[in-house]
């Protein structure tokens, strides 16, 4: 619960920063979206469904690292429903490209835990395309795939 209402702060800070974001520095909005990344990371990681619920533009796209393709609410629906216990989720690495109210966010991440009681360790790279909309930075979009060496 704790972390929720700073999951929560965080988002709501990254907001208010972000108003007059047509004159912002890139390096600003950069670090912006790594901080969004990062919070996306921690409440996947413990199921936190208002916090993603929060990240994510309702139009999002996700393209899972096995090529099926879900909605925003097809994800969110899918955290509660599963049967995995992640124990860690962090970037490997992460570089964020911004255009305008737009930027994209690229990287690896590694993923640690448990599912159908067997431990698990997987390293993704991802695309993340990030908007700001609405006066708050949104993802639109979001794409893994594994990184098998």
């Known amino acids: 619960m704790r972390l929720t209402g700073f999951l929560l702060a ?23 979206i790594i901080a969004l990344e990062k919070a996306w990371n921690q409440a996947y990681k413990l199921g936190d469904t208002k916090g993603l619920d ?23 629906s899918s955290i509660k429903a599963s049967n995995s216990q992640e124990q860690q ?40 395309t990030w908007i700001y909309k609405d006066g708050k930075w949104v993802c639109v979009a979001s794409n893994a795939t594994p990184v098998l060496r």
């Open 54 to 76: 929060a990240l994510l533009d309702n139009e999002m796209v996700l393209i899972n690292d096995d090529g099926t393709v879900q909605s925003k609410a097809e994800f969110l």
């Open 89 to 128: 989720v962090a970037p490997e690495s992460m570089h964020v490209h911004v255009y305008g109210n737009a930027a994209v966010a690229t990287g690896v991440f590694r993923a640690r835990g448990i599912e159908a009681g067997k431990s698990y360790v997987r390293r993704e790279r991802f695309v993340d």
């Open 10 to 32: 965080l988002l709501c800070a990254t907001a208010s920063l972000a108003r007059g974001q047509d004159n912002a520095d890139p390096s600003s909005v950069r670090s912006r």
